[in-house]
């Protein structure tokens, strides 16, 4: 049962039509993932609606040495979704440039093992229909420490010196400050010069050498930036830039960006810009909603999102990253706020969750293996694309007590972070219902029962462990 507007839908296979024939060559090809047909709120993979849960140890995941049983685990819990930074700062990365002479980098040649080690990750994800969502530019590779040893900076390459791109030997502030001018190489951006014309060229030639393995795989979502602070003409350059290439392979891709101020919606200009397009921002990744805020104050900025989404075309709402750990000053939380995080963005109907690394995620921790496990019991029941937030149906609830998902006189979904009992409004509907109830810490489902409706219903948790409460009429 579909619970969106009816003219939500028209406007969806307008665009669909639109996008078919309005595009030059680009097929609509169900082996690439896009928005699922009947409920444009979720993804579509192989002609199949699908929810995608993930949880990795690492960002930059092409990278890590034992990437093939990491897959193999997150498959095995019942995961179907990595974020991959194209990132190369950690300690035992390797360069997407081939090593010169004088511990230098020639930014016109290739290092095969990157290369490798990245069409590899697409291979291995591809033969287990999981889902990789690209960020293509991460800020904390180009500043501070990191700086130090970027090919980019004109001490370690051949192609140019720091006379010649202005670039400075430090960018010792925070990459939130936008101090550095190698994502300011556009025209028209407020440090550009022409010097940094040259730099978007090697941009561009790097952007062409990852599409010659991405637009091979139709398992593979684009984000332009990590938690990005830089103006949006950098970002939307690089979605004209992909979306171009791809349109001349024939080929469809999903693209957006991912902007820092999401945990603060209503005063972020570009977020509420990128949400109010969705013909060009294809989906949504808010992940940062997933750090200060916590609790009822989380659920909130996630319904406020969903709301100023449901104005226009439906489109997904990803969260490639879920903090939940470390206990940072900027709002990491716990590992039990992670797993209370991931499960109140499935109730209140994102079409992606996934665990960030540690520290400041569970990562592949038990936590998030039980998370996952749980949520796909919670599927053998009920698909969450047909159901919806439905908090007015519950009664004698506190503060981030309980959440709610249903497809009203059918199908119901509360999740109870801690402990608590609730009722659930079923006066309007005659007969009975099968009841599950699932444990979050362990993924497993603990009690059966069947209930009778015709009134308001009494739901209790035995513990305080966090637990989904699925409700299924009979």
């Known amino acids: 049962m579909c619970l969106y507007k009816p003219v939500v839908k028209v406007c969806f296979f307008l665009s669909m039509f639109l996008f078919v024939f309005g595009c030059g060559r680009e097929i609509i090809n169900d082996q690439f993932i896009r928005p699922y047909m009947d409920n444009p709120a979720y993804w579509q993979y192989k002609g199949e609606p699908v929810l995608l849960l993930g949880a990795t140890d690492d960002d930059n995941l092409f990278q890590m040495n034992d990437l093939e049983s990491h897959l193999d685990e997150l ?28 511990e230098k980098y020639d930014l016109e040649k290739w290092s095969e093992a990157f290369w490798e080690k990245f069409s590899n990750l697409l291979k291995w994800t591809n033969e287990r229909d999981i889902i990789v969502q690209i960020e293509v530019w991460d800020r904390f590779d180009y500043s501070r420490e990191y700086w130090q040893k970027n090919p980019f900076n004109p001490q370690n390459n051949v192609n140019y010196e720091y006379v010649d791109s202005l670039f400075e030997q430090e960018y010792p502030s925070h990459p939130s400050a936008d101090r550095q001018p190698f ?52 970002g939307n350059y690089w979605i004209d830039y992909i979306r171009a290439k791809a349109k001349e392979k024939g080929k469809q891709v999903h693209l957006t960006d991912m902007y820092d101020h999401f945990f603060r919606v209503s005063t972020c200009e570009r977020c509420l810009d990128l949400i109010a397009q969705p013909e060009y921002y294809t989906f949504m990744d808010v992940s940062q909603i997933n750090s200060r805020n916590f609790g009822q104050l989380h659920w909130d900025t996630l319904q406020r999102i969903m709301e100023l989404r449901d104005q226009y075309t439906l489109r997904p709402v990803n969260n490639t990253k879920i903090y939940g750990g470390g206990e940072s000053n900027w709002g990491s939380g716990t590992n039990q706020d992670g797993v209370e995080r991931f499960c109140r963005n499935v109730i209140g109907g994102c079409a992606s969750v996934r665990h960030h690394r540690p520290p400041s995620g569970n990562g592949l921790n038990e936590k998030a293996i039980a998370s996952i496990r749980a949520t796909r019991q919670v599927e053998e029941w009920v698909k969450f694309w047909n159901v919806a937030p439905a908090m007015e149906l519950l009664g004698d609830r506190e503060e981030n007590e309980c959440y709610l998902a249903a497809n009203e006189g059918e199908e119901y979904v509360l999740y109870f972070p801690l402990g608590g009992e609730v009722t659930l409004d079923l006066a309007d509907w005659e007969g009975a219902f099968d009841v599950k109830w699932i444990s979050v810490s362990t993924g497993e489902p603990e009690k059966e029962d069947t209930i009778s409706s015709g009134r308001e219903v009494p739901i209790e948790v035995p513990d305080n462990a966090g637990w989904y409460v699925v409700l299924r009429r009979i």
């Open 183 to 234: 994502f300011h190489t556009i025209p028209g951006m407020p440090m550009y010069h022409t010097g940094l014309g040259r730099i978007r060229e090697h941009q561009e030639r790097y952007i062409d050498k990852m599409l010659s393995y991405t637009l091979e795989y139709g398992n593979v979502l684009y984000c332009m930036n990590n938690e990005t602070t830089s103006p949006v003409e950098w």
């Open 75 to 102: 498959v095995e819990c019942g995961g179907n979704y990595i974020r991959n930074t194209m990132s190369f700062r950690d300690s035992g990365n390797v360069n997407p440039y081939r090593e010169m002479d004088r």
